[in-house]
């Protein structure tokens, strides 16, 4: 395998594993299926990515999928105050690409995931 080529499979390691800790991290019972691409979107867009996200989500037992809704089997739980922190700057959400000047990042086990607005880390997390 080239330099490269490993660089790249350990980079989509990194995002399988980053979206895994987002998905034990919802804090919903049972969503539709589009609704947890959605929160997978937020790491990759790559479709064949998406799927292996998916697979493996449900082969660790963090969801269970059945006619298009996936019930979550682990709930997690991120305390704002400690697991979302924000920052100033110029940034755009990754959930809907709007321009924000105040970022909110997810600081999850194996990475941090953002930058959002406020409503859209609610969001992805399933608070609202």
Not at 29 to 43: C, F, K
Not at 49 to 77: K, N
Not at 116 to 121: L, N
């Amino acid at each position: 395998m080239t330099d490269d080529r490993a660089r790249e499979r350990a980079h989509e390691d990194d995002r399988v594993a980053l979206a895994l800790d987002l998905l034990a991290a919802l804090e919903h019972d049972d969503l539709p299926l589009s609704a947890v691409v959605d929160r997978i979107e937020t790491v990759t867009t790559d479709p064949t990515l998406v799927r292996t996200i998916l697979d493996e989500a449900e082969l660790r037992g963090i969801i269970e999928r059945d006619e298009g809704r996936v019930r979550m089997q682990r709930g997690g739980f991120v305390r704002f105050e400690r697991h979302v922190v924000t920052r100033e700057g110029d940034f755009d959400c990754l959930r809907c690409g709007a321009s924000l000047s105040t970022g909110h990042f997810l600081q999850l086990d194996t990475g941090e995931l953002g930058p959002f607005g406020s409503s859209c880390v609610r969001k992805v997390l399933g608070r609202d």
